[in-house]
């Protein structure tokens, strides 16, 4: 089983729409959660990071940890052009960022 | 923004030989750590450093790699003998000692082993 698993895409969502993304952890002692932005070619851009369970929102985004099934997701409001990316979670078994397990990322395109 | 920054951005080398990647992590940033990333594949942990010393290490970082902060600025990944899988994006990173969800990954040097 992987560590982290993301669904690799691509995920075509509508300008204006809502994107789903979703992630799912194997490590039960896992303490934080990240969504990173890779744009091709890139280096990784920290979007949100999470730590309770819930949702936690950021302007158009919104994180969402779920520690009893292991899951995290992003989703994004009102959909631009410019979202298109890589979408990359990550986990962490400490609070911080020593060692950062990242999924191998979903890729999403905005259609105008 | 204040930005990590490496050089050089591409390198190419033959398999054997000794490579250095240089990074300048954001100047007031104490934590420091190298990632890679294959082609296509995930981004992958290397080592993290604090303090002068290296705080953790990955499975993928064997005595090959090394690591080094020779002075106040810069931060050093060194593999000794590179191997043909050696061939990724390599990526440092840095975070302040009170912010620790916000890692800043520096632009990445492309490490292509002929």
């Known amino acids: 089983q992987k560590e982290v698993e993301q669904n690799s895409g691509p995920l075509s969502v509508p300008e204006g729409a809502i994107a789903s993304l979703n992630c799912t952890y194997s490590d039960r002692g896992s303490q934080s959660f990240f969504w990173y932005r890779q744009y091709s070619g890139k280096s990784p851009e920290l979007i949100m990071f999470?730590?309770?369970?819930g949702d936690k929102e950021d302007g158009r985004f919104t994180a969402q940890l779920n520690k009893a099934s292991q899951y995290v997701s992003l989703l994004i409001r009102d959909s631009q052009p410019s979202d298109s990316a890589t979408y990359l979670c990550a986990v962490n078994k400490g609070f911080g960022n020593e060692k950062l397990t990242f999924g191998t990322g979903t890729r999403l395109t905005i259609i105008p | 923004e204040p930005e990590v920054t490496q050089t050089p951005s591409h390198q190419v080398t033959q398999m054997g030989q000794e490579v250095i990647l240089r990074c300048v992590p954001i100047?007031?940033?104490?934590?420091f750590y190298w990632y890679r990333q294959i082609l296509g594949q995930k981004v992958e942990f290397l080592v993290s450093?604090?303090?002068?010393?290296?705080?953790?290490k990955s499975e993928i970082f064997d005595d090959q790699f090394s690591v080094e902060r020779p002075d106040g600025s810069n931060f050093t990944l060194k593999i000794r003998s590179t191997k043909l899988e050696d061939s990724a994006m390599y990526f440092c990173a840095s975070r302040e000692i009170a912010t620790n969800e916000k890692l800043f990954f520096g632009s990445g040097t492309q490490l292509s082993v002929l």
């Open positions: 100047s007031n940033h104490l934590y």
């Open positions: 999470i730590y309770s369970n």
């Open positions: 450093f604090y303090n002068n010393e290296i705080s953790e």
